[in-house]
């Protein structure tokens, strides 16, 4: 195993082992099977010079920066961060040196070398709304870029909730008249990572995917990789005993708080949710949000701002045990999706799939 990949980890200190290791542990989450870490390894480590590398265009459009922040913050210098090493990130204006001509240089260039072959990663909504006058770079919307851009791109990468749903800017009364990607595009494929921000490892995952088989993985009902959102937050919670015994913080100073029980009835919208927190954690795999004390918001699930109130519990089991055991045998006999049950009608009509409530469940 040979590469510019492989040389940059040997100076770092970062033996062949490790790598495979990693590649293999990235495969495993994915649920791809065993010889695809190996695969993995060998497209990553045989990135080629920089001018051949796999083209990616980043565009951040109506975004508070926190998808830029959580992956790269969390990354460097660990093997995720190395994986930036076997892509060409020709624009992403937040980490590009260039700026105003250079900036737009450099995408149009970009652009024009790889046509039809590059990735195209956005995060943020793009807002509609004043002919799309609330976000402009270069002189023009994010609308029109979004098209521009889109039109070369072999596939989107919609980074963030923001732009896999429209995010905090969709919120209501959605001044901005923010959207999300896919409802701009309708003729590339098209990824959503959602999340508030997204898992650093998730978008790594998916960029490894793309680099070694030339294609984005498998997908859910919301355009999310099932390797990540196949589950939900409560499916795999530390805390989840806990819930199945009945026993639940009323504060988040009481005892039962102190003794780490479950956060549902201070508003936990993890049995909702579907997102990879609880396995892949946070911060290098040191803690998550529930670990931390505070309740899952959902925010991984679309139109979570307006779903009903972070602090206020889902329809309340009357008993947690049999709640649990239909969940089972509902999950498993029908492979249905739980939504949230303050979901208003826009999204639930949006949501091609069957759903199923807790308080379907309570039934
Ligand atoms: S309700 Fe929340 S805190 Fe309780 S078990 Fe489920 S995910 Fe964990
Ligand atoms: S625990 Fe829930 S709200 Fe927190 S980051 Fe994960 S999915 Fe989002």
Redesign the pocket.
Known sequence: MQGPLIETLARQGITRRTFMKYCATLASMMALPPAAGRAMAEAMAAAPAASRRPSVIWLPFQECTGCTESITRSHSPTLEGLIFDSISLDYQETLMAAAGHQAEEALHAAMKANEGKYLLIVDGSIPLGLDGAYSCIAGKSNLETLKEVAKGAAAIVAMGSCAAYGGLPRANPNPTGAVSVSDIIKDKPIINIPGCPPIPTVITGVLAHFLTFGSLPELDQHGRPKAFYGE???DR????P??DQGKFAKTFDDEGARNGW???ELG?K??VTYNAC?TVKWNGGTSWP?ESGH??LGCSEPDFWDAGGFYKALSMPADPLKLAAKAAVVGAAAGVAVSFVNRGKKSAAKTAHETTTLADLEK
């Open positions: 939900t937050i409560h919670c530390y805390r989840r806990f819930y479950c956060l549902f936990c993890g049995p609880a529930v309740g899952c």
